[in-house]
């Protein structure tokens, strides 16, 4: 991860602050559940909760790393959690190298924008599609490093706007079909998807 970031870095580069630091969390005593679990009785709650029916070890899935983090606070566990989080990044939006489609192949050479394709017929439903990078698939979280890397191309004077389309589909449809009720009630704030016909 760390050579990841110092290569890739940029000033607006999500994932370089995070990526820069050669910290190193050492496992203290490797497989004693005892260190976090001091009792046999709270030891043996433990290990049914996240022990593995097939090899009958403690999983190390997010279940049990978010218990030992939270309940014990332990750093190992902390680690692994955002370590898997920022290859999940960096795998699904930032770096998709299997089709070229992830963040960085993406930035357009001449202007440095990312230009993604919306795609009105591939879905079943009608509904608009997002692809080459999927814009539509940004994880909302506010703290998301992924949502860092959006930044005005006007600089500190500039702004980013993140547009939510209300009822896009059946807008585009009243229109295209010229339909004088459904572009009253799309004035009329009326939500199509709860709406009720008599």
């Known amino acids: 991860m760390t050579m990841i970031g110092r290569t890739c870095a940029s000033v607006y580069d999500a994932f370089a602050v995070q990526c820069s630091h050669d910290d190193v969390v050492e496992v203290m005593i490797r497989g004693r559940l005892s260190t976090y679990v001091p009792s046999q009785l709270d030891a043996e709650q433990v290990m ?58 993406s930035v357009h050479s001449v202007d440095s924008c990312i230009h993604h394709e919306l795609i009105h017929n591939k879905t079943n439903t009608g509904r608009l599609a997002s692809a080459n990078p999927n814009c539509q698939n940004i994880p909302k979280e506010d703290k998301s490093p992924l949502r860092e890397m959006f930044v005005s191309r006007y600089g500190e004077k500039g702004m980013c706007i993140e547009a939510d389309y209300s009822q896009l589909e059946v807008v585009a449809l009243a229109v295209l079909a010229d339909d004088f009720q459904m572009l009253e009630d799309l004035r009329s704030n009326v939500d199509f998807h709860c709406k009720r016909w008599p």
Do not use: C, P, W
């Not at 279940?63 to 960096?90: Q, V």
């Open 48 to 105: 049914r909760k996240f022990r593995s029916s097939t090899t009958r070890q403690l999983q190390v899935g997010e279940d049990s790393l978010n218990y030992f983090k939270k309940t014990h606070g332990d750093k190992t566990a902390e680690t692994i959690l955002e370590l898997r989080t920022m290859e999940k990044l960096i795998g699904t939006y930032y770096e998709n190298t299997d089709d070229g489609t992830g963040m960085v192949f």
